[in-house]
C-alpha cells in the first residue's frame, strides 16, 4: 500500500517561507500527477498546486507567483516552496495523487501568525 510521508511544515511569520516535503512510497512513482491540498480547520480539503507527469504545473490562483510545487522522481519526492506566506494560509497540508488518490498522509501543518 502506498504511504504518503508530509514533512516541513511549522510556524512561520507572514511574508515568510517554507518548503514542504512529501515522501511516496508508490513503486513507480514518475507515472502519478502529484498535488498539494491543505485543510484549515472547518473547511474542506483544496488543491494547492499540481504537477503533471511531463512537468506541467497548475496552481490555485491565490498561490499563483508565490508557491512552487516540483518533484524528483528519482526520490520519489514531491516539494512545495510557499514564499510570502498568509496568516489566512495556516492548515494542514497534504500530498496526493489527484487522479490515483491514496490513502491520506497525517499531513504536515503550517501555522502562519506573528
Known amino acids: 500500500q502506498v504511504q504518503l510521508v508530509e514533512s516541513g511544515g511549522g510556524l512561520v511569520q507572514p511574508g515568510g517561507s517554507l518548503r514542504l516535503s512529501c515522501e511516496v512510497s508508490?513503486?513507480?512513482?514518475?507515472?502519478?500527477?502529484m498535488a498539494w491540498y491543505r485543510q484549515a480547520p472547518g473547511k474542506q480539503r483544496g488543491l494547492v498546486a499540481r504537477i503533471g507527469t511531463g512537468g506541467t504545473l497548475n496552481y490555485a490562483d491565490s498561490v499563483k507567483g508565490r508557491f512552487t510545487i516540483s518533484r524528483d522522481n528519482a526520490k520519489n519526492m514531491v516539494y512545495l516552496q510557499m514564499n510570502s506566506l498568509k496568516p489566512e494560509e495556516t492548515a494542514v497540508y497534504y500530498c496526493n495523487a489527484p487522479l490515483n488518490p491514496w490513502p491520506w498522509g497525517q499531513g504536515t501543518q503550517v501555522t502562519v501568525a506573528s
Open positions: 508508490a513503486s513507480i512513482f514518475s507515472i502519478y500527477d
